[in-house]
């Protein structure tokens, strides 16, 4: 589990990271308008790609993970979810095809290209790997993949004009990592066959499980598309990068979502919920331990940063980031709460009455504030959203969990934090180069609280014992 906690987590730094190093020079390159239109058209087309998948990445995940012990019942699950995938797939592939050439008419090119998108839902099955556990194998193909895209946008993308060439590296580079995956399933699974009840079996929960990822795409990419149509898309190019920005410390907690949500499940479906109770002690405090630095973090160096960072032109983006900053905190609190006790436990009604809650809150408030405040209002719109879905959900398992104990394990980072806030306020004070200043504050407040929490760090992350069990182990090979 920890293993696999790490591999994921290299990887979604990756994912952020390539992307950090390839947006200064993209939105310099396409401007504020590229990275827009490529924005909202991917927009547009993640719709159909949601619908196409519907709710597998959770559903198709925990019932793998469920049936991962007997190879019989764990092929005749797989095929029966890849056959209702590939065939939902087909079908939002051609609506889109409809939707492109009947409807959009500005941009309609790019739109084209982002159809390679849809054939990637056709082989994605990166839900059946997570629910067997096998992380490496997965991250290990994406990572190549990602790097193969960085290179080529750097190769490729010189001017204004290049948007479709961007589109399609990124959509190509999608298509090519799901492909990847296909030799390695006879590996784990059988050639069985399916009646036509293994596969519509799947359909209702499906959907059910389908419902929160639509709410949830309302305050995550509706308020793409609700800029692009109340406003413009330069705020939608504004608004991308700082979301960008702010993901990239969620994104870190994200992998430990990840990888507990198919331990958890396995664990609950043989009988042992205390333990998973047990590992949510553990975890939600850790989540915090990360979230709540990355998120003041994020906030004093947000606006230097979007400067430095994206170039002359794109300032607004730092207020953004520094609004934003704050869903660091929800999102990484629901997150935990959600992937290791929510969904395992198929407790699928809370999740969905939130999501909902957060969509319709979202959405009336996007339709208030967007037209006043544009990308601003967007970034209103959305924290609140957050925020009602991750106190929903503690506030319905306050009898199952012990929240209290929880928040009060979670105070310690709090006070913490914003010690190391104070340090990082007074270093942007004291140095006037911009470049220097962000430097300076990463690090002082990086070693602050790295000090602040150096017993914590030593007691549970067992940094010492780690390394002493892998200088045996390398002693013992070298011996052999």
């Known amino acids: 589990m920890k293993k696999n906690f790490i591999y994921n987590a290299i990887y979604q730094i990756l994912v952020l990271i390539l992307p950090l190093i390839t947006m200064p020079y993209i939105s310099r390159k396409l401007g504020a308008d590229g990275v827009g239109i490529y924005s909202y058209t991917y927009s547009i087309v993640y719709y159909f790609m949601i619908c196409a998948m519907l709710g597998l990445n959770n559903y198709g995940n925990r019932t793998i993970a469920k049936a991962r012990d007997n190879k019989e019942k764990l092929s005749k699950e797989f095929w029966g979810i890849y056959i209702m995938q590939l065939i939902t797939s087909i079908l939002m592939t051609t609506f889109y095809i409809g939707y492109v050439f009947i409807f959009d008419n500005k941009y309609k090119t790019i739109a084209i290209i982002q159809t390679l998108y849809m054939l990637s839902t056709m082989l994605d099955i990166n839900w059946f790997f997570f629910g067997i556990e096998k992380f490496k194998l997965t991250i290990t193909r994406n990572m190549l993949v990602k790097i193969l895209s960085l290179i080529l946008i750097f190769l490729f993308v010189k001017t204004e004009n290049d948007v479709w060439i961007y589109t399609a590296i990124l959509a190509g580079g999608t298509l090519l990592s799901n492909a990847l995956l296909f030799p390695f399933l006879k590996k784990y699974i059988n050639k069985t066959k399916v009646t036509v009840k293994d596969v519509t079996k799947h359909i209702k929960p499906n959907l059910i499980m389908f419902l929160p990822v639509i709410a949830v795409s309302i305050y995550n990419t509706m308020d793409k598309i609700m800029l692009g149509a109340m406003s413009n898309v330069t705020e939608v190019g504004y608004y991308e990068n700082a979301s960008k920005i702010v993901s990239v410390p969620t994104m870190i907690i994200v992998a ?42 994020v906030f004093a160096i947000g606006k230097d940063f979007s400067i430095l960072f994206f170039g002359e032109g794109f300032e607004k983006t730092g207020h953004l980031i520094r609004l934003l900053s ?140 780690t390394l002493k069990k892998y200088l045996k182990n390398k002693a013992k090979k070298s011996e052999a």
């Not at 331990?263 to 553990?282: G, H, P, T, Y």
């Not at 913490?416 to 200043?437: E, P, Q, Y």
Request: charged letters at 15%.
């Open 326 to 465: 704050i869903n660091v905190i929800f999102l990484s609190w629901g997150n935990v709460i959600r992937t290791e006790y929510l969904l395992p436990k198929e407790k699928d009604g809370i999740y969905i009455t939130s999501a909902f809650l957060g969509a319709a809150i979202n959405f009336i408030m996007n339709c208030i504030f967007i037209p006043k405040y544009s990308s601003i209002g967007a970034c209103i719109g959305t924290i609140t959203a957050e925020f009602l879905v991750a106190f929903y959900q503690t506030y319905m398992l306050r009898k199952d969990l012990n929240i209290g104990e929880y928040m009060k394990d979670s105070i310690p980072f709090l006070i913490k934090t914003l010690s190391m806030f104070a340090g990082v306020i007074i270093v942007g004070k004291i140095v006037d180069t911009r470049f220097a200043k962000i430097c300076m504050q990463i690090i002082v407040g990086g070693g602050i609280y790295v000090i602040l929490n150096s017993n914590y760090i030593s007691k549970n992350l067992k940094i010492k014992d």
């Open 256 to 297: 430990l979502g990840t990888v507990m949500l198919p331990r958890a499940s396995n664990m609950i479906s043989n009988n042992q919920e205390e333990k998973v109770k047990e590992l949510l002690k553990k975890t939600v405090p850790f989540a915090m331990f990360l979230a709540l630095p990355m998120a003041f973090g």
